[in-house]
């Protein structure tokens, strides 16, 4: 090779300062790198924390009537008895009359922070004013906060569009704070849905019967 042969600048330049850029490239890599592994673990870290934190809703059971049992109390015990009147659908109509069917919940829920409620009866009845079924029949308690569900399933069409509960409640002292009583309805079909809520109607003639 002859010794007047020139070399490219770059080559020339490369030869001189290749080894810096070779250690600054190799830096820039790791701390790529890096910094992808710290986010895809603290991905995973929230992912974990998420599940644990977490809980799927149980699904529903008809409660348990012995776990609300009134100890010691009666009816005749209690000063404050009252009625209340919920409407229920298990079906609205819809495209000139089709059906829609739908699942209900009713909620009972005592929101007295101090003091319990109690509830001696909760009766369904269907459209046309009959009893179709007895979900409470006897005095149980709800503490401080506690709700209790009942559900009315999407098959269960006996109800009607014009269904409705009745639930009397009772509670020790006249300035207790009445339950919050509602229904709320869910439908779905295909790709649509429609949820609905219902609140109770008190119904001081009821007592007089």
């Given at each position: 090779?002859?010794?007047?042969?020139?070399?490219?600048?770059?080559?020339l330049?490369?030869?001189?300062h290749?080894?810096?850029?070779l250690?600054?490239?190799?830096?820039?890599?790791?701390?790529?790198?890096?910094?992808?592994?710290?986010?895809?673990?603290?991905?995973r870290?929230d992912?974990?924390?998420?599940s644990v934190?977490f809980?799927?809703p149980?699904?529903?059971?008809?409660?348990?009537?012995?776990?609300?049992?009134?100890?010691?109390?009666?009816v005749?015990?209690?000063?404050v008895?009252?009625?209340?009147y919920?409407?229920?659908?298990?079906?609205?109509?819809?495209d000139?009359?089709?059906?829609?069917?739908?699942e209900?919940?009713?909620?009972?829920?005592n929101?007295?922070?101090?003091?319990p409620?109690?509830?001696?009866?909760?009766?369904?009845y269907?459209?046309?004013?009959?009893?179709?079924?007895?979900?409470?029949?006897?005095?149980?308690k709800l503490?401080?906060?506690?709700?209790?569900?009942?559900?009315?399933?999407?098959?269960?069409?006996?109800?009607?569009?014009?269904?409705?509960?009745?639930?009397?409640?009772?509670?020790?002292?006249?300035?207790?704070?009445?339950?919050?009583?509602e229904?709320?309805?869910?439908?779905?079909?295909?790709?649509?849905?429609?949820?609905f809520?219902?609140?109770?109607?008190?119904?001081?003639?009821?007592?007089s019967?």
């Amino acid at each position: 090779m002859g010794a007047d042969q020139k070399y490219p600048e770059w080559l020339l330049w490369f030869s001189e300062h290749g080894v810096r850029v070779l250690i600054l490239l190799a830096i820039a890599f790791i701390a790529f790198v890096y910094s992808r592994s710290r986010s895809n673990t603290e991905q995973r870290l929230d992912a974990i924390q998420d599940s644990v934190q977490f809980e799927t809703p149980r699904s529903y059971t008809p409660p348990n009537l012995d776990a609300y049992a009134a100890a010691d109390i009666t009816v005749g015990s209690l000063p404050v008895h009252q009625a209340a009147y919920v409407p229920v659908y298990s079906h609205i109509y819809y495209d000139g009359g089709r059906p829609y069917l739908l699942e209900a919940t009713l909620s009972i829920r005592n929101i007295d922070p101090k003091r319990p409620v109690y509830v001696s009866a909760v009766e369904y009845y269907d459209t046309h004013g009959k009893l179709s079924k007895k979900l409470v029949d006897r005095l149980i308690k709800l503490g401080p906060l506690q709700t209790i569900e009942f559900l009315v399933e999407r098959h269960d069409v006996a109800g009607g569009s014009g269904a409705n509960f009745i639930v009397e409640w009772h509670a020790a002292n006249s300035d207790a704070h009445p339950p919050l009583i509602e229904a709320v309805m869910v439908g779905r079909s295909g790709t649509n849905a429609i949820s609905f809520v219902r609140k109770s109607e008190p119904l001081p003639q009821w007592m007089s019967k």
